[in-house]
Each structure stands twice: as C-alpha cells, then as structure tokens.
C-alpha cells in the first residue's frame, strides 16, 4: 500500500514504516503529524485517484528531526571583467517517519 502526498508544495510516495525527509515542518520533535491532502491511494487491490483529494484519506507520520541538508554552492562569473561571486544554501529538513495510511 502506498499512497501520493503533497506535504507543503512538493508531492511524495509515502509507505508505511518508513522514513522521508520533507521541507521543514513546524511542529515539535515526536509529536504526530496528519496530512490530509492525499492525491493518490493505491492498495494492493485498486488504485483511487483524487479530485484534486481523496476524500475520507490521511496520512499519520510522527517528526523524528529537524536537520539540514547539504550545501548547496552557487558560482557566478563574467568573463573578462573579473566579475566572481560565490553563495551557499543549506536547506532546512525534517524527517518523518510515516505510521499509518488510511
């Protein structure tokens, strides 16, 4: 069983007993979390496709971490001018493990 979620913006296949990292959610290390837009459930018997949600459907995931991810170095340089400029970005993660789909 495994389901499509659109946890902030950005959509991903969930199953159960498992860990993601998603954008950084506000709430606090080992509390409960419920997503309720699910675009898409499929169990092992048929596949239900949402309009734009599937009715009745959440996602129960508990917030093991807040951490961040690797950085990301951006480099912009103009030739013959002596034009260099060099920025970094670390994006801030949580990691979720999720529990149950239904």
């Known amino acids: 069983m495994f389901a499509i979620v659109d946890i902030l913006g950005q959509q991903f296949k969930v199953a159960e007993n498992t860990r993601y990292y998603v954008p950084k959610l506000s709430e606090e290390l080992n509390k409960e979390v419920t ?24 996602v129960t995931a508990k917030v093991l971490e807040h951490t961040k991810d690797d950085k990301v170095l951006v480099f912009k340089k103009k030739r013959r ?13 949580t990691q979720i493990e999720v529990t149950s789909i239904g």
């Open 35 to 58: 997503f309720d837009s699910v675009l898409l459930l499929n169990d092992d018997k048929e596949t239900k496709v949402g309009n734009p949600y599937v009715k009745g459907v959440k």
């Open 81 to 93: 001018t002596g034009y260099q400029k060099m920025n970094g970005h670390r994006q801030q993660l």
